[in-house]
């Protein structure tokens, strides 16, 4: 399934901007793991908001925006385990 065809041209560059943010979040001590992918989840809808206006679909965007950043971390921290191995 292609989610990049879900999201709209707008919305894309949450991507970059939440990866960012969540790589802050991760080298921050005070914040625990398992919180980063809900912090990033209220940004990207807060984040599609400020782009789209408030409606059902800006908060749909932010919800894919925030899946997709999160599934992307999780490909690029998964391979660079297995070239370790």
């Known amino acids: 399934m292609d989610l990049g065809k879900f999201i709209i041209d707008q919305a894309l560059i949450l991507v970059p901007a939440l990866y960012v943010i969540g790589m802050f979040l991760k080298n921050t001590p005070a914040v625990k793991d398992w919180t980063?992918?809900?912090?990033?989840l209220v940004g990207g809808i807060i984040g599609a908001i400020a782009i789209m206006g408030l409606s059902v679909s800006s908060v749909i965007q932010g919800i894919l925006v925030t899946g997709v950043?999160?599934?992307?971390?999780?490909?690029?921290?998964?391979?660079?385990?297995?070239d370790e191995e």
């Open 36 to 40: 980063i992918p809900y912090i990033l």
């Open 69 to 82: 950043t999160v599934f992307t971390n999780q490909l690029i921290k998964q391979t660079a385990k297995k």
